[in-house]
Nanobody, 118 residues
Framework: QVQLVDSGGGSVQAGGSLRLSCAAS????????IGWFRQSPGKEREGVGH???????QYADSVKGRFTISQGDAKNTLYLQMNNLKPEDTAMYYC????????????WGQGTQVTVSS
């Protein structure tokens, strides 16, 4: 089955940048689609964005223009580039995978913490 390891979180000041990585094993980029999610205390899990098998991407309104999902030259690595970070971006971030023709995300990374200070 697909295994995911997400990494790259840390603490930054508002306006700073971070790049999160999602390393996938037993993964075929034409069959599996990757999404990024986040959850902060007291809030429900939020979909940040996702990338489809054709390379197209979609983002939540809250991060449009600031976050970018991309695929590495090695197709088993996905990135979430986060620019102009805001304190409200503070959350645990997760990458997740699904079969592209199935709506539910079946495989999840362990999560990586992002903290943005004022």
């Amino acid at each position: 089955q697909v295994q995911l390891v997400d990494s790259g979180g840390g603490s930054v000041q508002a306006g700073g940048s971070l790049r999160l990585s999602c390393a996938a094993s037993r993964y075929t980029y034409r069959r599996h689609c990757i999404g990024w999610f986040r959850q902060s205390p007291g809030k429900e899990r939020e979909g940040v964005g996702h990338i489809n098998s054709d390379g197209s991407t979609q983002y939540a309104d809250s991060v449009k223009g600031r976050f970018t999902i991309s695929q590495g030259d090695a197709k088993n690595t996905l990135y979430l580039q986060m620019n102009n970070l805001k304190p409200e971006d503070t959350a645990m971030y997760y990458c997740a995978a699904r079969l592209c023709w199935v709506p539910d995300y079946a495989w999840w990374g362990q999560g990586t913490q992002v903290t943005v200070s004022s």
